[in-house]
């Protein structure tokens, strides 16, 4: 079946260093969103990719669709305390929503 | 904050109880889903209404039975449910398109005793 891998399942980091997730497809995706979700809530939409090769930024968050439109990446640099959640990506492939196993980003005290 | 409103935020219930969740949004959105959600892992779809019409069912158990009365609300009518179905429960509306960027609700935790 159709499938969206997303690695690394956590990433710890100190305070001040990058983080990246990153997500394949094993079909071409039309579009692929990327959520948030705090320990204790609920998914929150970050930002939505549709084009080839597309890069957006939203301050320290930089989203990339591979040219290939089979593959994303999300990259924060400089974390700060509140940026720790699951970090999901979610694809669209035949209509169908497709969810990533999530990244946990973890701060380490 | 989330335009996507749910109620309860906590539910507990036991196996023979009866009990309903319940969803509302006014973004004016004609699609609206059913998620649940368990520890550590992604959303997983359970029923999607487009245009207040039950489109897909994710091979529910019937023990789970949802109803849209309108186009604002949603339902998720639970009844013998078991232990296994603990989870949050995510509603969540977006235009019936295949691009539409999907907005959920702040959830209801479920915990079946």
């Known amino acids: 079946g159709q499938q969206v891998m997303q690695i690394p399942q956590y990433q710890h980091v100190q305070e001040g260093e990058d983080f990246t997730t990153y997500c394949n497809s094993s079909t071409t995706l039309s579009n692929i969103q990327w959520y948030k979700q705090r320990p204790g809530g609920h998914p929150v939409f970050l930002i939505q990719?549709?084009?080839s090769g597309e890069v957006k930024k939203q301050k320290r968050l930089t989203f990339q669709f591979g040219e290939a439109k089979k593959n994303s990446s999300l990259h924060i640099t400089a974390t700060q305390t509140t940026d720790v959640g699951t970090y999901f990506c979610?694809?669209?492939?035949?209509?169908?929503?497709?969810w990533g196993a999530g990244t946990k980003l973890i701060i380490k005290p | 904050d989330t335009e996507v409103t749910q109620t309860p935020k906590h539910l507990v219930m036991g196996m023979t109880n009866k009990k309903s969740l319940k969803c509302e949004q006014h973004?004016?959105?004609?699609?609206m889903y059913w998620y649940k959600q368990k520890a550590k892992k992604p959303p997983e779809l359970m029923f999607v209404?487009?245009?207040?019409?039950?489109?897909i069912n994710e091979s529910v158990p019937s023990r789970f039975s949802p109803e849209c009365p309108n186009s604002s609300l949603l339902n998720l009518h639970l009844h013998a449910l078991q232990p296994e179905d603990s989870a949050l429960y995510l509603c969540a509306s977006s235009q019936p398109r295949v691009r539409s960027t999907i907005y959920f609700g702040e959830g209801s935790w479920l915990t079946v005793v």
């Open positions: 990719l549709v084009k």
């Open positions: 973004m004016g959105h004609r699609a």
């Open positions: 209404y487009s245009y207040e019409k039950l489109s």
């Open positions: 979610a694809g669209t492939s035949n209509y169908q929503l497709i």
